[in-house]
């Protein structure tokens, strides 16, 4: 594993850091969009006060922190590889090309020591789980790593109840900030209650320190980070492209670590570029929230 100078240096400082995934760099957003997204991404976070680690395999190496030339590779390259945890290890033994997952992305960032990260959506429990067993490997490493995860809930092509129900069970913290709903991922509200509220970066921080105490700091705390009204995708277009998306998949055959790409790709398309937005606008609000996150914990 590479970490960028920068990256090791503010980790070492105790200066606030939050890690970035770039699966949804490469397979969760229309080239060549995807790029310039990275780039404000890590903007974001730089604006906050806090140092971007975006991660990566790039030419088997994985790498925490990239440059430009890597954070091309992984917005351009036709080879390169969506990985959970589990793909890691061949992807750089065969010195490939990887993207993360959120999974491997918390999996890597906790390994270079870092405490925040942010994302969009998280992955979950699928809606015909109880036929396919097509739970998300993003579940189970949120269980044994105690990384601090922004995120806009779980995309809303999963089934959300079923997901918080598991989320439960794998003992993960759930905060709802600034809400007492858990978010929707493109739209403000999934329905469903967010079990615990918090109002600000220093209360996020205080229940970090605390489960630091309490030694319950093994699981990740997930911070779900509603898009405001205003800017969600109209709901009465998402259920109507969501349901179109799910007979899609199942009539093109669509399986395994492919099904999420396909339907981020369906909604981008079929609503001609209005989720794309949003998807967009919360990675980006995320990761401006993560920082500051970060910049408050670094304070404790
Ligand atoms: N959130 C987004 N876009 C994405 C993803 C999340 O806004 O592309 C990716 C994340 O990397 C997440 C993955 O870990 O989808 C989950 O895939 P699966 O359902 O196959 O586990
Ligand atoms: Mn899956």
């Known amino acids: 594993m590479r970490i960028a100078p920068e990256v090791a240096e503010a980790v070492a400082g105790g200066r606030p850091v939050v890690a970035l995934e770039s699966t949804l760099i490469s397979h969760g957003l229309p080239r060549p969009r995807n790029l310039d997204v990275a780039h404000e991404i890590e903007a974001a976070v730089r604006v906050a ?4 680690a975006t991660i990566a395999v790039v030419a088997g190496k ?18 390169v590889v969506k990985c959970g945890v589990r793909d890691l290890a061949p992807v750089a033994a065969r010195g490939g090309n990887g993207a993360t997952t959120v999974a491997a992305t918390a999996h890597l960032a906790a390994l270079a020591g870092i405490a925040v990260f942010a994302t969009g959506g998280l992955g979950g429990v699928h809606r015909d789980a109880r036929e396919t067993w097509d739970e998300s490997a993003d579940l189970e490493t949120l269980a044994r790593v105690g990384i601090a995860v922004v995120c806009s809930g779980v ?23 600034g809400t007492d709903g858990f978010p929707g991922f493109y739209l403000h509200d999934s329905g469903y209650p967010a079990p615990w509220r918090v109002d600000t970066p220093a209360e996020v921080a205080a229940v970090l320190a605390a489960r630091r105490e309490l030694g319950s700091d093994g699981r990740a705390v997930v911070i779900a980070n509603p898009l405001p009204v205003e800017e969600q995708l109209d709901p009465e277009l998402h259920d109507r492209v969501l349901s179109a998306g799910l007979t899609s998949a ?8 492919e099904i999420t790409p396909f339907l981020l790709d369906f909604f981008h398309r079929e609503t001609t570029g ?27």
């Open 250 to 257: 199942s009539e093109a055959g669509v399986s395994g670590k």
């Open 62 to 79: 994985a790498r925490v922190g990239l440059d430009e030339a890597a954070l091309v590779a992984v917005a351009t390259g036709d080879d």
């Open 274 to 300: 209005a989720s794309l937005a949003a998807n967009v606008r919360l990675v980006t609000r995320n990761a401006e929230l993560g920082a500051r996150i970060a910049v408050a914990a670094a304070a404790v």
């Open 155 to 177: 995309k809303s092509i999963l089934d959300v109840a079923a997901t918080l129900e598991r989320l439960e069970t794998l003992g993960v913290t759930v905060l709802g900030y």
């Open 49 to 52: 006060g806090a140092t971007p």
